[in-house]
């Protein structure tokens, strides 16, 4: 009898936490509702003390989320755990999950307390904690370089001021596998009502043994993973998330465990991650990267195409890869469109954004003969951006470039419903478009990322741009698809000018923890 491991995603948290990855409050609520589509156990959606924004995501989620428990983050204070009770209070299932540093070098030189006060502060944060939920997770920060004794003492004392479970992150990525393993054997071993908890990991990849780390853990008992989507997560990430739950899944023979997790939508929660964070998925990364069941070697080929587990050990499918194919043309219509949509799992809010979504289908169908289902998410993720939101819109661009000749580029834009002009000259015609948008919006952003990724094969495959602008303490990112890099450029760009001008937008300093 297989026993449950918990799936924590920490993607709208540690992952958030990654330079330049932070989301809108609606971006929050489509990554959390796909978590919640993908059978995630337990969703970090924030740090409600953070930010008045990072607090607003979160409520939001806990109102929207259904199935998936609602946690937020908060130092062991008692201003931060209050503003974690009110965020998750309109969740269904809510937990408060509060963290003080363990190790010497922290205690020490951070904190500036001793190893009796964080005790102490740690007791005093469960109980602030028990006041708003019976479900509080109490994590001992940079656990990984802490000294097991005092890590035994202080679960102990917060197990009995009425901890529910008990994570162990390695803050810094610092831990090899069998050594990790040892350390949580010995603290289930050794701290008293440890079977009264769940025993939790929460591994960075600086050593790039995250998942590894993790796995060893579950071996020897721990019971949730905390992961995040695409490895995403401060510096060198976190444990990927497709990565715990496919190893579990397919090493059934050697995991004691199963995860509730509907595999199907791993690759849909990959992808929307990546476009909203602009965080590329490197080809070759397990599960999601586009190579991961690709197979190129003529003597592989052969060995797949008579027997598929010859080479394989998992099924694309199974994690939501499509067959790529040739899914609708020039002359599908409404229905078949929709139907589409429905067999990918996207659901669009109402006739309107339908009706929307099809008048872009055909324009795309128009200028390119093979519409396959990467094309339609990302004609989607277009349509998502409401009106309220598109303070600028594209209603004309165009660029001359030619050989020995400076690129110059003329744009029409709609700003607040009035016509404006620009034009300008760059050192190609993307930057040309990028001046000419700004002679009107004169935002003062800095450009901090610019990408480019085919989304099918071909010459006439869409482009999809991310662009990350700066202003202040607030880093946007902006995506736009289409056949024509410089159009899908222009779009991507005024998609993070829109954000940049949106009250709704979230002010906040990266950094996080
Ligand atoms: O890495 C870490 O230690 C954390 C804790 C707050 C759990 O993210
Ligand atoms: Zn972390």
């Known amino acids: ?74 130092r062991a204070n008692e201003n931060d755990i209050g503003r974690a009770g009110e965020a998750i209070r309109p969740a269904q299932s809510g937990r408060i999950h509060t963290f003080i540093a363990t190790s010497p070098i922290h205690m020490e030189k951070k904190l500036r307390m001793t190893p009796d006060q964080v ?3 740690a007791v005093k944060a469960i109980g602030w904690a028990r006041s708003y939920t019976d479900n509080v997770e109490f994590s001992a920060e940079d656990a990984g370089r802490s000294e097991l004794d005092f ?38 071993e050794r701290v008293p009502n440890s079977d009264k908890v769940v025993w939790s990991v929460h591994c960075h990849n600086d050593l790039g043994l995250a998942v590894a780390n993790s796995l060893g853990a ?11 989507i695409n490895g995403l997560g401060e510096r060198a990430g976190n444990a990927s998330l497709e990565e715990i739950v496919m190893a579990v899944r397919t090493r059934a023979d050697v995991f004691p465990v199963e995860t509730r997790i509907d595999t199907t939508q791993i ?86 954004v339908l009706n929307a979504a099809f008048a872009r289908f055909k324009e795309l169908a128009d200028k390119k003969h093979e519409i396959f289902d990467e094309d339609l998410h990302a004609l989607v993720s277009d349509e998502v951006v409401t009106p309220d939101q598109e303070h600028y819109k594209l209603i004309y661009s165009h660029v001359c470039s030619e050989t020995g000749e400076m690129p110059h580029a003329q744009v029409v834009l709609s700003v607040g419903g009035s016509e404006c002009k620009g034009e300008a000259d760059g050192g190609g015609p993307v930057d040309a478009t990028f001046k000419a948008i700004e002679t009107i919006a004169g935002s003062g952003a800095e450009l901090l990322l610019y990408s480019v990724n085919a989304i099918t094969t071909g010459t006439d495959a869409q482009g999809e741009v991310t662009t990350r602008l700066a202003k202040g303490d607030r880093i946007v990112n902006g995506n736009g698809a289409d056949t024509d890099i410089v159009i899908a450029s222009a779009k991507s760009y005024l998609n993070a000018l829109n954000k940049l001008h949106s009250s709704l937008e979230k002010v906040k300093a990266q950094g996080g923890v």
Request: net charge negative; charged share 25%.
């Open 267 to 352: 690759v849909p929660a990959s992808k929307l991650v990546s476009q909203i964070t602009g965080y590329p998925v490197q080809p070759n990364k397990a599960i999601v990267g586009a190579n991961a069941f690709a197979h190129e070697s003529g003597i592989h080929q052969d060995g797949v195409l008579k027997h598929r587990e010859t080479y394989e050990i998992m099924r694309a499918q199974d994690v939501g890869w499509s067959q790529n194919k040739l899914v609708l043309g020039k002359h599908s219509g409404r229905n078949a469109f929709k139907t589409r949509l429905a067999e990918l799992g996207i659901e669009l809010d109402s006739d309107e």
């Open 218 to 228: 579950v071996l020897v008992g721990a019971r949730q993973v905390e992961c995040t």
């Open 1 to 74: 009898m297989k026993q449950p491991l918990v799936i924590f995603d920490t993607t709208l948290r540690d992952g958030e936490q990654s330079p330049g990855a932070s989301m809108t409050k609606e971006e929050k609520i489509r990554v959390a509702r796909q978590l919640e589509k993908m059978r995630v156990d337990v969703i970090e959606a924030g740090f409600a003390a953070a930010s008045p924004g990072d607090f607003d995501a979160i409520h939001a989620i806990a109102q929207a989320v259904k199935e998936s428990t609602i946690c937020s983050l908060a």
């Open 119 to 121: 005790v102490e502060q």
């Open 151 to 188: 890590l035994c003492r202080i679960f102990e004392a917060v197990i009995k001021a009425g901890a529910t479970t008990i994570n162990v992150p390695d803050t810094v990525g610092y831990n090899i596998p069998y050594q990790f393993a040892e350390t949580i054997r010995q603290l289930i």
